[in-house]
């Protein structure tokens, strides 16, 4: 021992323990400390008793000797931060020429095993930079798994190991398995023997127990967790498509049979599944189902679940069955059926479904918000941040439209209590990019426009005042009395009877104050003696193309009397409006499914007279009001 270390022991200040630490760190020595990290002993002052080590943040720090014996650690000249300080260049071309070595010295410097992120915080900086340290890591973990002789974890958490003598990669990989307990363990341990299966050199040994094991644990699972037996089956199968030799053990337990097994119940199934697993299920649906796939699919699509819904649509796609997909949406949009994530996927992928992207979308959208605003009521959508975020979709929505069919969108919007003011004001201002003639309905200065009466025939006219005395006759009271009934339940806040009641209260309140609001302005006609001399309202019209000389007849009547599979249409339609007062002879402009088109008008007659010849008036503001109160 050092005399000097020896007279400090002699004198009591210094225990002989410590004496022997302080030994290791003469001057010179590298050191590490467990706060101020890697440094190196500069000198002693043992008259003083203390030393100085200088540390990176620290330089020339004073520690009375007995501290620095029991807090610092000596370092070998082979430990890795060590080399590091006295030849950075030498440490580089290791991690050029032989990255596993210098690996294996840092694992050996930090007790045998250390953590990605541990690697990382000893590299970069003076090995490598952050974008360096990433490229090389990636190529090195390859290196790492393939020279067997280090055990790589699945979680980056997990440290990573040198690998004991005797123990190879394809033994731990069996230990880990037989190890797990739990169905998720196994299927973890499982995938990482897939991703290692060349390791294995007698598969049909070491790894048929393993298939056996899988399928028992999927058998057992299938009724309470059958989540669960589908992620196994899936593994499986994996492994099987890479060991040849390898083969099942338990007949019949095969992903078609699973899904035949599971139909019903794939809705809930699919959600719990991680995306790769759910597309390959997805994907094996043809072969399990049959020609009933499709249906099935579709079906999948509507259970409101974003990932569902964008995979399934990739792969009706990919086989073909866009055109089912296709009818499938039109009809939910039509219906205003489609669910909010089915639109929001829409939304997303409209540049593939142009055809699909028209005010219709915009009605089926606020249908959804609708629906969702009376389910969760308060809380903002991701379909609604999806229309209110998205700048462009309303312009694409609207690009095609006719002006007045936009107007009538604007108008809705403004209605619509679904948006605050803020937020109706920015959509009705991306419509107005679009057609800006309609910025004065944003201002509110359409007095005249909105006193034009609104043509509709009788029959569409006593439809609508049906709707209304249903709205107040029955449907409000009804409701009334549910308020009522639901409030009587007590403790307001926590009663969701009364919160349903009242969320339907508003529902109605609006519908009531809409079809008020058309009523008003709705004129009946049965459409009698139309003037023919030119296209008028009531009167049937034979366009012919003048490109492919194709004809095709036109039925233009009210505002309410729609019906696009006899070619009836609107007035206020973009071909409606196209069309109203030319003649005989002259060519007009007419959007089509492929773009504009010259039509010439060849014939001009009256269409059949509404057989309703008046509609039943409207129930007094008295009797509204007492049906009402009811």
Not at 184 to 200: G, N, P, R, T
Not at 501 to 510: D, N
């Amino acid at each position: 021992m050092d005399a000097e270390l020896q007279k400090l022991v002699e004198a009591g200040k210094l225990t002989s323990r410590a004496a022997e630490q302080l030994e290791k760190l003469k001057p010179g020595t590298f050191c590490l400390h467990k706060s101020w990290g890697f440094g190196r002993v500069r000198e002693w002052n043992l008259l003083l008793n203390q030393i100085v080590i200088d540390f990176a943040s620290k330089k020339s720090h004073l520690m009375q000797t007995q501290y620095a014996a029991e807090n610092v650690t000596p370092l070998v000249p082979e430990h890795f931060l060590a080399r590091k300080a006295t030849d950075l260049a030498s440490i580089k071309n290791l991690a050029k020429e032989n990255p596993a070595a210098l690996v294996r010295n840092i694992l050996e410097s930090l007790d045998g095993k250390a953590t990605t992120q541990q690697i990382g915080e000893w590299l970069i900086g003076d090995v490598f930079t952050e974008a360096e340290w990433k490229r090389w890591w990636e190529t090195t973990k390859k290196a790492l798994k393939a020279s067997g002789a280090f055990s790589i974890p699945a979680k980056k958490i997990d440290p990573i190991q040198i690998r004991g003598e005797g123990v190879s990669q394809a033994d731990e990989l069996i230990a880990a398995f037989n190890k797990a307990r739990h169905p998720k363990e196994q299927i973890v341990a499982l995938e990482q023997i897939i991703k290692s299966h060349q390791q294995f050199k007698e598969p049909e040994k070491q790894l048929q127990p393993i298939i056996a094991n899988i399928e028992n644990t999927a058998a057992r699972n299938q009724k309470i967790h059958p989540e669960l037996a589908f992620e196994l089956i899936v593994a499986r199968d994996d492994l099987l498509e890479r060991e040849p030799r390898l083969h099942m053990t338990h007949i019949g337990l095969t992903l078609s049979k699973l899904v035949i097994d599971e139909e019903k119940r794939l809705a809930s199934i699919l959600p719990k599944l991680p995306a790769a697993k759910e597309k390959r299920i997805l994907q094996a649906l043809s072969s399990a189902l049959g020609p009933r796939w499709v249906e099935r699919a579709l079906l999948l699509m509507q259970a409101n679940h974003a990932r569902v819904v964008t995979q399934t649509a990739r792969i009706l796609s990919e086989a073909g069955e866009a055109a089912e997909l296709r009818t499938m949406l039109e009809s939910g949009i039509r219906e205003h059926s489609a669910t909010s994530e089915m639109l929001i996927w829409l939304c997303s992928d409209r540049k593939n479904w142009g055809e699909l992207v028209t005010p219709d979308l915009l009605g089926a959208i606020v249908a959804a918000l609708d629906r969702e605003q009376h389910s969760t009521p308060g809380r903002a959508s991701r379909l609604q941040r999806a229309l209110v975020e998205d700048r462009q979709l309303l312009a694409d929505i609207f690009k095609h439209s006719d002006i007045s069919v936009a107007r009538d969108a604007m108008r809705r919007l403004q209605l619509s209590p679904l948006f605050d003011e803020l937020t109706k004001r920015s959509l009705l201002a991306r419509i107005v990019k679009v057609y800006p003639e309609l910025e004065s309905v944003i201002a509110g200065v359409e007095a005249e426009e909105k006193a034009a009466p609104l043509i509709v025939s009788w029959s569409s006219l006593e439809k609508r005042k049906a709707e209304y005395e249903e709205l107040v006759k029955v449907k409000i009271p009804e409701n009334r009395r549910e308020i009522a009934l639901a409030r009587s339940y007590g403790d307001l806040s926590e009663n969701f009877e009364f919160k349903a009641a009242k969320q339907m209260q508003s529902v109605l309140t609006r519908r009531k104050a809409e079809l008020e609001q058309m009523l008003h302005n709705a004129r009946g006609t049965a459409f009698e003696n139309p003037d023919t001399s030119r296209v008028s309202i009531g009167t049937v019209v034979t366009v012919r193309n003048v490109e492919t000389n194709k004809e095709e007849a036109y039925t233009i009547l009210g505002a309410w009397d729609g019906d696009p599979d006899r070619h009836v249409i609107s007035y206020q339609t973009a071909i409606g409006q196209a069309l109203l007062g030319h003649e005989i002879g002259e060519t007009v402009s007419l959007n089509t499914e492929h773009g504009t088109a010259e039509f010439t008008i060849a014939s001009i007659q009256a269409a059949p007279p509404d057989q309703t010849t008046s509609a039943p008036d409207l129930p007094s503001e008295s009797a509204v009001e007492a049906a009402v109160a009811e």
